[in-house]
């Protein structure tokens, strides 16, 4: 919880920090998406962007990956400048994103999903070790494995979803609106998940519109408004933030 | 996620005169097919009995050799349809538009294997070494045709990408007639033909002691039946084959894993075209003639082949291939016969397209498609 404030603004403290924005301006044509945004993620965090409709998260998270260029600032990946570099560059150096509304290849089986998620990697003794691990933290998709992926419950979908991801060996997940068009007890299950996944060493980034529930799993969070981040603190701060409550939590 | 309404607006929508006619196509199609072969039944049990005698006066019945030759004869055409329809049908899936020019596509394997396999016969080597001189052909019609279909992607459908579907179909369109016309202005508008095939191999062959076979059909049916398990292979067991499939569901999520979707996307043409040249050079050697418009109507067949298999799917295509084929060859003499109408074998063409019309009407997904819903497809 009281890892980082100080940290914010780049590589002040001694660790590089894991995917970081600098002065990140976007634009779509002449639309101002992104304007001056910067945070960083450290090693092993659980952090989390909050905003409503048109913030910018859905762009920010384009930015990190490298679907969209920003027209100034950069884009950092362990410490290198990414900011030009391919989605398939930044996915084989660790970045991963988990889509909205999990986006399973529906008529693909779960383990065709499993393995397009390694797609990039090379070592077939290590995939099949990490294919491992994913049946033994959901041994549900286990069973499910030659099934295709469009045929699962919606809980089962998000396990490959997250698995998926993970077999691409991500030293951190971008997790998109986890909470987004789900059932209220499949979005406790997905944070569980979440929560789950953090706990093996996977730093760990929540894109939200539901603040309440990814502040009360994440470690800090930053909040965005029109493009602009507006808001950096701890999650226990946002969660006492009265601004916070009343633009997001509807009170006040 | 939007709820599901549609589901609901379905069930409680009221039957529109549409469906009444709908009702009535289906209702007739199957009738007359049924009916048919009913009275094909009749006719070989008894080509004099009473129903024969007013219909079809001249009914006279089919042998079992008659029998089995149709059959195989809609084999080898059904397989050639299938290597086209392949084509047609992974663009498909990758891109959601209909190449047109994938027709022409198989016009210049046709075109190509015509001018190799010629030079090969000038110097002799296609009498004496047939098999290797017909593994060079194929090699070098598989390459022209892969080349046309990767330019044909990057100079005229890649700009396009983002652009509503009808625009690159109208595009093929135009590459298609772009095709044809380049290869009357290369090769003149007069049909060429192939070298006859040497002797050991145009003759029947017996297999497995009870069908015999043209030598030529014998050989369109085993180089399709390699091309098509060499595609499968490349589709189901290999890296490749693996990013197609993911860049055919959502191209986004594939980028996402890191597959190069362009990439892919060219690979998708390269390995429909090279199907399309396979498929070419077994035209050429079973019909020997081939013309700049020889890939119009195999084109055109070969896509309803792609749509009754259900298009975007890869068994479909083959499956539907077989399909049209087989139907284009038998249903005249089986189930056009029988009703005393005439000339039924001009009326190939005909039925094949009635078979696209009876698929879509009973199953408008195809027959091994999957309902796509507008989800999937966005």
């Known amino acids: 919880m009281n890892t980082t404030n100080d940290t914010t603004n780049g590589t002040a403290s001694g660790t590089t920090a894991l995917l970081e924005m600098r002065g990140v301006n976007t634009h779509y044509g002449a639309v101002h998406i992104l304007k001056d945004v910067e945070f960083a993620i450290y090693p092993g965090e659980l952090v989390c962007l909050l905003g409503g409709n048109a913030s910018g998260k859905s762009t920010t998270l384009k930015t990190l990956l490298g679907m969209v260029t920003p027209t100034t600032g950069d884009v950092f990946l362990n410490g290198e400048v990414v900011t030009k570099e391919s989605i398939s560059y930044r996915v084989e150096r660790g970045v991963t994103m988990v889509p909205e509304n ?5 008529r693909l089986s779960v383990k065709d999903n499993l393995k397009l998620g390694a797609f990039l990697r090379k070592n077939r003794s290590e995939i099949d070790a990490d294919l491992e691990r994913i049946f033994t933290m959901f041994p549900r998709v286990k069973e499910r494995l030659s099934q295709k992926a469009g045929t699962l419950s919606g809980g089962e979908q998000q396990m490959v979803a997250m698995g998926r991801a993970l077999m691409s060996d991500p030293k951190v997940l971008l997790m998109d609106e986890p909470s987004m068009g789900l059932a209220p007890a499949l979005v406790q299950t997905n944070f569980e998940l979440i929560q789950q996944i953090h706990s093996e060493g996977v730093a760990i980034f929540v894109v939200e519109q539901n603040a309440n529930m990814a502040l009360s799993i ?9 493009g602009r981040v507006v808001l950096d603190d701890t999650a226990d701060a946002l969660l006492a933030n009265p601004d916070l409550r009343a633009s997001y939590l509807g009170e006040g | 996620m939007p709820p599901p309404v549609h ?13 009444i006619f709908l009702l009535i196509m289906k209702v007739a199609m199957s009738g007359f097919v049924i009916l048919g072969f009913l009275m094909f039944i009749g006719q070989q049990i008894d080509p004099n009995n009473f129903i024969a005698s007013r219909i079809n006066p001249d009914a006279t019945g089919l042998t079992a050799a008659q029998f089995e030759g149709l059959i195989i004869s809609g084999l080898s055409q059904g397989a050639m349809y299938g290597l086209i329809a392949l084509g047609y049908s992974m663009v498909y899936g990758v891109l959601g538009f ?5 027709g022409e596509v198989f016009m210049v394997g046709a075109m190509t294997g015509m001018i190799t396999s010629n030079k090969f016969d000038d110097a002799g080597l296609w009498e004496s070494n047939f098999l290797l001189s017909l593994a060079i052909v194929l090699l070098i019609a598989i390459i022209c045709s ?7 992607e990057r100079v005229a459908y890649r700009r396009l990408r983002g652009s509503p579907r009808l625009i690159p179909l109208i595009t093929s369109i135009g590459v298609s007639f772009f095709l044809q016309n380049v290869s009357i202005a290369l090769l003149g508008p007069r049909a060429k033909t192939y070298p006859a095939l040497p002797d050991w191999l145009s003759k029947k062959r017996e297999l497995l002691g009870f069908i015999s076979i043209d030598g030529p059909r014998l050989l369109v049916l085993i180089v399709a039946t390699v091309a098509m398990l060499a595609l499968w292979f490349l589709i189901e067991k290999t890296r ?7 860049v055919a569901e959502d191209k986004e999520i594939a980028s996402l894993m890191g597959i190069n979707v362009n990439r892919t996307i060219v690979t998708t043409f390269a390995v429909g075209g090279a199907m399309a040249g396979v498929a070419g050079i077994l035209w050429g050697l ?3 003639s081939v013309t700049a418009v020889t890939g119009f109507l195999p084109g055109i067949k070969a896509f309803s082949a792609a749509v009754v298999g259900g298009i975007g799917n890869m068994g479909g295509a083959m499956a539907g291939g077989v399909t049209l084929g087989g139907a284009e060859s038998v249903a005249p ?5 029988p009703w005393g109408i005439n000339g039924v074998s001009q009326l190939k063409d005909a039925v094949a397209f009635l078979v696209l019309i009876f698929v879509l009407l009973v199953k408008p997904t195809g027959l091994f498609g999957e309902r796509l819903s507008s989800e999937d497809r966005a």
Not at chain 2, 333 to 337: D, G, N, R, S, T
Request: proline letters at 0%; zero cysteines; charged letters at 25%.
């Open chain 2, 286 to 288: 079973l019909f020997r």
């Open chain 2, 333 to 337: 003499l089986v189930l056009l016969e």
């Open chain 2, 98 to 102: 209909i190449n047109f020019a994938h």
């Open chain 2, 7 to 19: 589901v609901k607006s379905q069930t409680v929508r009221r039957r529109t005169g549409v469906d």
């Open chain 1, 102 to 106: 999990r986006r399973l290849f529906k």
């Open chain 2, 240 to 246: 490749t084959g693996k990013a197609m499939r993911a």
């Open chain 2, 146 to 152: 892969t080349l046309t279909a990767v330019t044909m």
């Open chain 1, 218 to 226: 994440a470690d800090r969070g930053w909040v965005l408004q029109t």
